[in-house]
């Protein structure tokens, strides 16, 4: 069924409206952060997808990712989670920068966009290919 949805799409239902995603076979999991209480994924399915149900106070809100994590992460965080990659890069030439020219201002500044335009690169270059 999951093969079949389009990833991304986003359902919201109430929270009376379905059973919780742990008594179907979910499991806590990471996502990045909306405001939601906790976070479940689906295992994989066949082809790699996944379904990843965001908890809050008053309703349910799920997605199918493209990439299930536990089949590829690097993949997942390529497709579903740009935004982590893309944030790590910088925060790790950020710290390069800092490492390799003694003024910090100008350091951090330089190692960080240099991080992001080589994650955006590389996020790119893997995109090309897929």
């Known amino acids: 069924m999951l093969e ?3 990833a991304g ?3 919201r239902l109430a929270r009376a409206s379905i059973v919780h995603p742990h008594m179907e076979g979910a499991v806590r999991s990471l996502g990045w952060p909306r405001g939601q209480i906790a976070d479940w994924r689906f ?3 066949p082809g790699c997808r996944g379904l990843h149900v965001h908890e ?10 493209r990439v299930h994590p536990a089949c590829d992460p690097l993949g ?3 497709h579903d989670a740009p935004q982590i990659l893309i944030g790590g890069g910088a925060l790790v030439g950020g710290l390069l920068g800092l490492l390799l020219v003694r003024r910090q201002g100008r350091g951090l500044a330089m190692g960080t966009t240099a991080g992001a335009l080589v994650r955006l690169a590389l996020v790119s270059a893997r995109s090309s290919r897929t």
């Not at 809050?56 to 990712?65: F, K, M, Q």
């Open 4 to 6: 079949r949805e389009p």
């Open 9 to 11: 799409a986003w359902i």
């Open 43 to 45: 295992p994989p399915t």
């Open 56 to 65: 809050y106070a008053d309703r349910w809100e799920a997605h199918v990712d």
């Open 76 to 78: 997942h965080l390529q």
